[in-house]
């Protein structure tokens, strides 16, 4: 499955049931969404608490039951996946949202990315690659294709780099391998309370809406590189 680094979410961690991840799917085409429904049925690892066909509907889902992961098409009837995010996001814990497209280019990561998305998979995936991509930006991991990034680390003009701590700059480039927020804290015997407030102090400082998109600008200032 193509990704880029993960841990790039706000929120890492177990599903807050502890157990199987709780999945919203919305897509707005009935056939794609009763088969997404079905198979992910199959992964123990998954349960789909409820299903959408609009942005209204998915909204009044998220009101009605608890939901650790929305999977939502980039396209729908009454907007886009996006616009979730800011109403996912503002729920207590945050729920990460992935989208999903049929197109996958580089305009759609592009907006997934500038919306604060936890990740894009394309319709083309298995649906076992799908459902490992749920399970991980449950987990706290961003998933994009690598492959269609490479235009936003080549930017016009070169920002200014910000002044960093030596514990934000090692949280940083833990981040650019790919560790989750949950994996730093365990590997430093920190809790993830204390490596959040770090993620969010390099937000901060980088000017960024996401996790993903502060690692990026920091590739672009030459912070950090992506392996």
């Given at each position: ?158 920002p200014i780099r910000p002044d960093l701590t030596e514990q ?60």
């Amino acid at each position: 499955m193509p990704s880029t680094p993960d841990g790039l979410d706000d929120d890492g961690g177990q599903s807050a049931s502890d157990g199987p991840v709780r999945l919203l799917i919305v897509d707005d085409h009935a056939l794609v969404l009763e088969s997404l429904a079905s198979t992910f049925g199959r992964f123990p690892q998954i349960e789909v608490v409820g299903v959408a066909d609009s942005i209204a509907a998915a909204l009044g889902v998220l009101d009605d039951r608890p939901v650790d992961v929305v999977l939502a098409d980039l396209n729908l009837g009454d907007g886009h996946g996006t616009d979730l995010v800011t109403e996912a996001a503002g729920r207590t814990p945050s729920v990460p949202v992935l989208l999903i497209s049929g197109v996958g280019d580089a305009k759609g990561v592009e907006a997934a990315i500038d919306a604060g998305c936890a990740g894009f998979v394309s319709k083309a995936e298995s649906f076992s690659n799908l459902a490992t991509a749920v399970v991980a930006v449950n987990g706290g991991a961003s998933v994009f294709p690598s492959a269609l990034l490479t235009g936003r680390l080549d930017p016009a003009s070169q920002p200014i780099r910000p002044d960093l701590t030596e514990q934000e700059s090692r949280v940083l480039a833990e981040l650019a391998q790919g560790r989750s927020v949950s994996e730093i804290a365990a590997d430093w015997h920190l809790s993830v309370h204390t490596v959040r407030s770090h993620v969010k102090a390099l937000m901060l400082k980088l000017d960024a809406r996401s996790q993903l998109q502060a690692v990026l600008r920091a590739v672009r200032m030459g912070l950090v590189e992506i392996h």
